[in-house]
């Protein structure tokens, strides 16, 4: 098993972190889970998210924090973690919420997720108090699984955009 370092990302790995997020959305998403997303949907929805600039702004943003795992020279996840914007009717401002976890699927099994997943976690809690959230895809089971480890709990559903295409999502929280 390569060396695994993670660490925070910085302003420099703004482009690695588009290349990895584009990379892994698609391979979770597209090539995994076999969503149908429309061409111009998806399309759409990764220059909006995925992108260098949109990495910059993260990463600029002292209410948010990226991590990043490296191994072999190359990067195989992150994670993001800030100002929580789920549609659930006990979301109040400071309240922060797990935006993106995301691990290449042959990293998958080394335990990054878990990794990152703790080190946001803890992050997240240093930052105040109040309940942690995220979102999840519903058809994600093995991610619902990690998350309910970590003491998540399912309180609600919303819909995911990607373009106009519509992603079915459980709201998870953690605390009170």
């Known amino acids: 098993m390569p060396e695994i370092i993670l660490r925070r990302a910085g302003p420099a790995d703004a482009e690695r972190l588009a290349q990895l997020g584009l990379q892994t959305f ?9 969503i149908p997303y429309p061409a111009a949907d998806l399309e759409a929805f990764l220059a909006a998210n995925y992108t260098p600039a ?3 702004r993260k990463l600029a943003d002292p209410l ?10 190359g990067a195989l996840a992150y994670a993001n973690a800030g100002p929580c914007h789920l549609p659930h009717p006990d979301v109040r401002p ?3 919420e797990l935006n993106r976890l995301y691990v290449l699927c042959f990293a998958q099994g080394l335990g990054l997720g878990r990794r990152l997943l ?5 992050w997240m809690e240093e930052q105040g108090p109040g309940p942690l959230w995220l979102g999840v895809w519903s058809g994600n089971l ?3 699984s990690l ?4 003491g998540f709990r399912r309180v609600g559903d919303y819909e995911f955009p990607v373009g106009e295409w519509r992603d079915h999502e459980f709201i998870f929280r953690r605390g009170d």
Request: aromatic letters at 14%; a negative charge; glycine letters at 10%.
């Open 26 to 34: 698609r391979e979770t998403f597209l090539e995994g889970f076999a």
């Open 54 to 56: 949109v990495f910059e």
């Open 64 to 73: 948010q924090a990226t991590w990043i795992a490296e191994g072999d020279g």
């Open 94 to 96: 400071g309240h922060l």
């Open 118 to 122: 703790d080190t946001a976690l803890d």
């Open 142 to 144: 093995k991610a619902q």
């Open 147 to 150: 998350y309910a480890r970590r």
